[in-house]
Nanobody, 121 residues
Framework: VQLQASGGGLVQAGGSLRLSCTAPGRTFRRTTWFRQAPGKEREFVASIKWSGGFTAYADSVKGRFTISRDNGKNTVYLQMNSLKLEDTAVYYC?????????????????WGQGTLVTVSS
């Protein structure tokens, strides 16, 4: 199953973007966004369970990003507000059955292709 990530683009600092991650025909127990900035390792951003009752965020995005899901559309969203230069990265969505730790890449079997977010000054 290939996840489809979209919504990236170029935005000025302080602006907003909404990313989408769609899994055609599938609903996963947990979906998570990671990101990888140039020259850095991929890092956890935000995670949500299929029920929507559990969400988690990296400290660096808490209060600015909101993860949500629409199970009817098999889509998870990442609303990103008050974007900063340091949010520039390729954002990946990942999904899995919910085992393992939510912030670990090893917990996910399915990945999207990545969508580039560039924040300019």
């Amino acid at each position: 199953v290939q996840l489809q990530a979209s919504g990236g683009g170029l935005v000025q600092a302080g602006g907003s973007l909404r990313l989408s991650c769609t899994a055609p025909g599938r609903t996963f127990r947990r979906t998570t966004w990671f990101r990888q900035a140039p020259g850095k390792e991929r890092e956890f951003v935000a995670s949500i369970k299929w029920s929507g009752g559990f969400t988690a965020y990296a400290d660096s995005v808490k209060g600015r990003f909101t993860i949500s899901r629409d199970n009817g559309k098999n889509t998870v969203y990442l609303q990103m507000n008050s974007l900063k230069l340091e949010d520039t990265a390729v954002y990946y969505c990942a999904a899995g059955a919910g085992g393992g730790t939510y912030y670990s890449e090893n917990s996910y079997h399915y990945w999207g292709q990545g969508t580039l977010v560039t924040v300019s000054s």
